[in-house]
């Protein structure tokens, strides 16, 4: 199956500062890439979605200028918390849409990135 | 996007049957039926999707009504692995089609 990797698995910052979390498509390219945050015991809350080559879309409510996202290639979508807070906290996954062999529609997700700002 | 509805949990014994239930009836003609499951502190996993017909692979079974306003996950033999948070979705096809997760439903297979 499709495999999409993220990087780090778990990043514990300090208050103030900017984390980068990579998303990677490993065997296939993904024209189109999600990012979701996930807080405790909830579901999944899309945040944007990433179109490689385009501005991100924000979901509402979103801050565009705290979560920036850059979809620079078809295999990599990076999304930077700046200035990270407490609240910032929670586990964020990507999800790239394609699949091996070229014009799929699956969207298929990565393990997710624990951030805990402190 | 059309919503779907699905208890808040449920169980069964391991190597039985576990049949998930989703209604979804206000579901448009050209929306799939997608289902994904979440393990604890894990990205979703894609199990199946369909979109009229009844639908197979080698992880589950997806059977969708005739009106399609319903569907049933079938894992034919549940295992402990199998226990995880089950999200039904409705998508319309195409790469930029949002996938909105609602709260799925938490499967615990016990032994």
């Known amino acids: 199956g499709a495999v999409v990797s993220q990087h780090p698995s778990w990043v514990i910052c300090k208050s103030g500062t900017s984390v980068k979390i990579e998303c990677r498509s490993l065997?296939?390219?993904?024209?189109?890439m999600f990012w979701y945050r996930q807080f405790p015991k909830q579901s999944l809350m899309l945040m944007a979605t990433?179109?490689?080559?385009?501005?991100?879309?924000?979901e509402q409510g979103v801050e565009k200028d705290k979560f920036l996202i850059n979809h620079a290639s078809l295999t990599l979508s990076t999304l930077t918390v700046t200035s990270a807070h407490p609240e910032d906290s929670s586990f964020y996954i990507c999800?790239?849409?394609?699949?091996?062999?070229?014009?799929?529609?699956?969207?298929?997700f990565g393990q997710g990135t624990r951030l805990t700002v402190v | 996007d059309a919503k779907t509805t699905q208890p808040t949990s449920m169980d069964c014994a391991e190597g039985r049957a576990a049949n998930l239930p989703c209604n979804h009836s206000?579901?448009?003609?050209?929306?799939?039926v997608y289902w994904y499951r979440q393990i604890h502190s894990q990205g979703p996993q894609y199990i199946i999707h369909?979109?009229?017909n009844n639908e197979t692979n080698e992880m589950a079974s997806l059977i969708i009504t005739e009106d399609r306003k319903s569907s049933t996950l079938i894992l034919p033999h549940a295992t402990l692995r199998d226990t995880a948070v089950y999200y039904c979705?409705?998508?319309?096809?195409?790469?930029?089609?949002?996938?909105?997760f609602g709260k799925g439903i938490t499967l615990s297979v016990r032994p």
């Open positions: 999800s790239a849409v394609g699949g091996p062999g070229g014009g799929g529609t699956e969207a298929f």
């Open positions: 065997d296939f390219q993904a024209t189109t």
């Open positions: 990433s179109n490689e080559g385009s501005k991100a879309t924000y």
């Open positions: 206000t579901i448009s003609g050209n929306e799939y």
């Open positions: 369909g979109l009229k």
């Open positions: 979705i409705v998508r319309l096809t195409g790469a930029n089609s949002k996938l909105t």
